[in-house]
Structures are given as C-alpha cells and as structure tokens.
C-alpha cells in the first residue's frame, strides 16, 4: 500500500510554457510499477487553461468542482460540471480549462501517459 499524503504536496503555479492565464496544478500520487500512473490536481480560475497537447495514454478528468470546458480538435468545446468525467484517448488532440465567467477544479488521471505540448489554445478557440 502506498499512501500520499495531501500536505506532502503543495500547489504550484501552472507551468507558463504549458497553460494560459491563472492555474494551479498539484501532483497528487505516482506509481511507476508496470503501468504508471499520475494523478493531478488543476485548479482554473477564469481564463486559465492548458495549451493544445495529446497524450500517449488515456488521461481522465474527473470535475471535482465549478466548471470545466474541454475541447477536441476540430470539435465544439464542452461544459462540464461538478461530478461530470471525461477521457481524451491517447492521440486525441485537446485542451481543457475553466470557462468563461467560471473557475473549476478537475483531477487528471493520466494512465502511461507522455504528454507532447503544443500551441497555445487562441482566445477566439477559449471563447468558443
């Protein structure tokens, strides 16, 4: 059994080469065994949000509060509320922040996952 502690890790700025606007990520827990996993937790204030990216694996959101908008490329973007989960399948080109007029909060279970960083998601695609 593996146990983490939630005062072992602190809350940091979101990474600026990564996100826009105001967020906070957390490293919840990490397992390297066969197949690593690592569990995040992002909070958006409005306007904050990732940059375009994909994922090697699966990664989860799961809405733990306020409300989240997520995207897929060539797609409309989405709302999701507190309790409403997501999966972006591995290769799925995406981003996903608080809305516009909104903050939220999500954890994001990444499953063998490699994340590739892209462009920033412009303000007329954060609008929607």
Same mark, same amino acid.
């Given at each position: 059994m593996d146990i983490f502690r939630n005062q072992d890790s602190p809350m940091h700025p979101a990474d %600026? @080469?990564? &996100?826009?606007? #105001? /967020?906070? @990520?957390?490293?919840?827990a990490s397992s390297e065994n066969a197949t690593p996993v690592h569990v995040y937790r992002v909070e958006f204030d409005e306007g904050g949000r990732t940059n375009? +990216?994909? +994922?090697? =694996? #699966?990664?989860?959101?799961?809405? !733990? =509060?306020?409300r989240i908008? /997520?995207?897929?490329?060539?797609? %409309? #973007? !989405?709302?999701l509320d507190a309790g409403d989960a997501v !999966? &972006? %399948?591995?290769?799925?080109? +995406?981003? +996903?922040?608080a809305p516009p007029g909104a903050r939220g909060t999500h954890? %994001?279970?990444?499953?063998? !996952?490699?994340?590739d960083w892209l462009e920033p998601v412009t303000e007329e695609q954060y609008r929607g």
């Open positions: %600026a @080469t990564s &996100f826009t606007g #105001p /967020a906070r @990520t957390k490293l919840l375009w +990216h994909t +994922h090697s =694996g #699966p990664q989860w959101l799961l809405v !733990v =509060g306020g908008r /997520a995207q897929v490329w060539g797609q %409309a #973007p !989405v709302e !999966v &972006f %399948a591995p290769g799925e080109k +995406h981003w +996903h922040g954890l %994001a279970v990444n499953v063998n !996952v490699k994340t």
